[in-house]
């Protein structure tokens, strides 16, 4: 079993930056790729990006490519999404998540993953 405990969230306006994590526990997470989704209310959870184990590899959606960046650091067993230059549109709850593979060759869909943290409010004010 893998515990993920998301961190960071919070209020901040826009055009400002918030520092997500994802600290895991239980097991290790440095042999599978991790993924940050967000849902926000009334809409379908959505893939934000994903790392690879090695954090050679990442992916972001379109919507926030150039303005967040996913790392990890699989000594402290922690994954981490700068986000930078936020929008209000950004606004949602948002979740890490271990997936089945240690890598991936584009974005994978939320069925790629098997565990889940419980999410970390983020909103962004106009």
């Known amino acids: 079993q893998v515990q993920l405990v998301e961190s960071g969230g919070g209020l901040v306006q826009a055009g400002g930056s918030l520092r997500l994590s994802c600290a895991a526990s239980g097991r290790t997470i440095g042999t599978y790729a991790m993924g940050w989704f967000r849902q926000a209310p009334g809409k379908e959870r959505e893939s934000v990006a994903c790392?690879?184990?090695?954090?050679?590899?990442?992916f972001y959606a379109d919507s926030v490519k150039g303005r967040f960046t996913i790392s990890r650091d699989n000594a402290k067993n922690t994954v981490y999404l700068q986000m930078n230059s936020l929008k209000p549109e950004d606004t949602a709850v948002y979740y890490c998540?271990?997936?089945?593979?240690?890598?991936?060759?584009?974005?994978?869909?939320?069925?790629?993953?098997?565990?889940w943290g419980q999410g970390t409010q983020v909103t962004v004010s106009s």
């Open positions: 790392i690879s184990w090695s954090g050679g590899t990442t």
């Open positions: 998540a271990r997936a089945y593979r240690r890598y991936y060759s584009s974005l994978p869909a939320k069925e790629e993953y098997d565990y």
